[in-house]
């Protein structure tokens, strides 16, 4: 179970939870040149110090070609937004989610964008279909509500306006 974290560490963390209390473990990918979240403030910290105490993993969610890994992270990589050239190439030192035997198109499901990628995998894992299966869920789609993308995001950046409102007062901005 993958998780690439591109908007939300809050998200993530809310996935994170509800999977530790089904005794569920996954690897979260989180990003160190992101626009959406700063992985070296307070929160980032906080968040990455969670996931491991939930018993998750955490993995570099890279913008090619810039894959530095440091103490923070599990020596795997999922690359952000790849190119099909790059997307399964090797990469010293660690493992490529994206590369064999890790990845096979056809145990490969995915929901970006809201939209499941070679099929939606409910049927077929109720099915028990699967020897095995790399399957990748963005914990923003499922955390924020929305039966679109643009609905589910909208109710994200409520959610992160709210967010932003509390760090405010933290940090004694006068709002009044």
């Known amino acids: 179970l993958r998780h690439d974290v591109d908007m939300s560490l809050d998200a993530a963390l809310a996935m994170a939870e509800l999977e530790a209390e089904r005794g569920v473990a ?8 992101g626009d959406f979240y700063n992985l070296d403030g307070r929160a980032g910290a906080r968040a990455l110090a969670r996931l491991r105490e ?3 993993r955490v993995g570099l969610h890279a913008v090619h070609p810039h894959a530095a890994f ?5 020596p795997v990589l999922a690359w952000h937004t ?5 997307m399964s190439e090797p990469v010293d030192g660690a493992v490529n989610v994206m590369q064999p035997p890790w990845f096979h198109p056809d145990r490969y499901r995915s929901d970006s964008n809201q939209r499941w990628r ?7 894992l109720a099915a028990g279909a699967f020897e095995w ?18 609905e589910t ?3 994200y950046l409520d959610a992160d306006r709210d967010a932003k409102l509390r760090l405010m007062r933290e940090n004694r901005i006068d709002l009044s």
Do not use: K, N, S
């Open 70 to 74: 440091d103490e923070r992270f599990d």
């Open 153 to 155: 995001m909208l109710a």
């Open 118 to 124: 070679h099929g939606c995998p409910h049927g077929e």
């Open 82 to 86: 790849p190119d099909p050239e790059y």
């Open 54 to 56: 939930l018993g998750h």
């Open 26 to 33: 996954a690897t979260y990918f989180l990003m160190t040149r």
């Open 133 to 150: 299966l790399q399957l990748l869920v963005h914990p923003e789609i499922w955390v924020y509500e929305g039966g679109t993308m643009r």
